[in-house]
């Protein structure tokens, strides 16, 4: 048989192989493509991680997009998924969290019972563990709650809000500021520069240095004082006209 025969046989054969074998490692590929790590040791669809960030929606816990990704956004929302339910804050969907999560008696992020222990009376607590703060007025309701930032260094103990160091106790609601960032509702509680106000606003921009959706978590951190959503600090800001003791757990 000639050379040139056998050499157009083998051309030929390989083209079938190929033809065989591409459409297998298409699959292949697309099925990985379908599959997201969610934490070492398990995987999961983007079908199934849609149905867990639906249940987190649905509990309150800010998931964002429901994309069947697993990103930053999607992390805190299991951060406070699980700050709530006393569990680790890995933000990874382990088998514990998805357990919690999908029971009927798993409970909502945005709605938390004051910590025990943390005196009565009107107060504001402050729960570094679940990175959470509580207007309690004097009958022991809740006037406002929601999620924080801060620096985890403040002791564990009673403060009250007021001047410290030859500081105000209040700056400017609106106009308060500090280097290139306005501090909004700022309200000074512990020495010497430690207070309540809103995320800091950047005065380039006008925007937020992060977006509302990191409190309630450790993911950013904060140079001492307590950040927290617009509507939170404006409630902190209006409860705190007069002098207001806060508890730190």
């Not at 459409?23 to 849609?50: D, E």
């Not at 020495?191 to 990191?214: E, L």
Request: glycine fraction near 8%; hydrophobic fraction near 40%; charge should be positive.
């Amino acid at each position: 048989m000639p050379i040139f025969a056998t050499l157009a046989g083998a051309s030929r054969a390989r083209r079938s192989a190929l033809v065989l074998v591409l459409p297998l490692v298409t699959a292949v590929a697309l099925a990985m493509a379908a599959v997201v790590v969610v934490s070492p040791g398990n995987a999961a669809t983007a079908t199934t991680i849609k149905r867990w960030e639906t249940r987190l929606a649905g509990l309150g816990c800010n998931v964002g997009r429901i994309d069947g990704r697993v990103d930053a956004h999607t992390r805190t929302a299991v951060v406070r998924f699980q700050t709530r339910h006393r569990l680790s804050p890995s933000g990874q969907f382990t088998t514990t969290t998805r357990t919690r999560l999908m029971a009927a008696t798993a409970k909502r992020c945005d709605v938390r019972p004051v910590p025990a222990s943390t005196g009565t009376g009107r107060r504001i607590v402050i729960s570094q563990r679940q990175d959470w703060v509580w207007l309690v007025r004097a009958d022991g309701s809740i006037r406002a709650q929601g999620g924080m930032i801060d620096a985890e260094w403040l002791d564990k103990q009673w403060y009250t809000t007021g001047s410290y160091c030859g500081r105000p106790a209040r700056g400017n609601p609106r106009t308060n500021y500090s280097g290139t960032q306005w501090l909004y509702h700022f309200v000074r509680f512990a020495p010497c520069g430690v207070a309540f106000h809103r995320v800091p606003v950047s005065m380039r921009t006008g925007r937020q240095i992060h977006p509302n959706w990191y409190l309630g978590t450790d993911e950013k951190t904060s140079d001492g004082c307590i950040r927290l959503s617009a509507t939170m600090a404006a409630e902190v800001w209006d409860f705190t006209k007069v002098r207001t003791r806060v508890r730190v757990v």
